[in-house]
């Protein structure tokens, strides 16, 4: 089993700029991508950007290129996303996936709220 947790979450401004973290644990043998999904109120979810943990290749939904940066921690099997530019559009919660050969471990999801 793989344990995946991110924080980060919060309130911020339009405009505004905001870091999640994501960790996973336990059987991370094979790991070899991690990612960020979000879903609005109402919305399917959606994947906002994934990177290969092995080689850093990186990829971005149209809706926040530019403006996200998702990147590899110091630690293993640790991710980020620094979000910036943030919209009301981009009020979500979020989520980190860890994927294990064909098994996506998901996280509970933190909140992030863009608004005035």
């Known amino acids: 089993q793989v344990q995946v947790v991110e924080s980060g979450g919060g309130l911020v401004q339009p405009g505004g700029s905001l870091r999640l973290s994501c960790a996973a644990s336990g059987d991370t043998h094979g790991l070899d991508h991690m990612s960020w999904f979000r879903q609005a109120t109402g919305k399917e979810r959606e994947l906002v950007a994934f990177?290969?943990?092995?080689?850093?290749?990186?990829w971005y939904s149209d809706l926040v290129k530019g403006r996200f940066t998702i990147s590899r921690g110091n630690v293993k099997n640790t991710i980020a996303l620094q979000m910036g530019s943030l919209k009301p559009e981009d009020t979500a919660v979020y989520y980190c996936?860890?994927?294990?050969?064909?098994?996506?471990?998901w996280g509970q999801g933190t909140q992030v709220t863009v608004s005035a």
């Open positions: 990177i290969n943990t092995e080689d850093g290749t990186t």
């Open positions: 996936t860890a994927t294990v050969g064909t098994t996506a471990y």
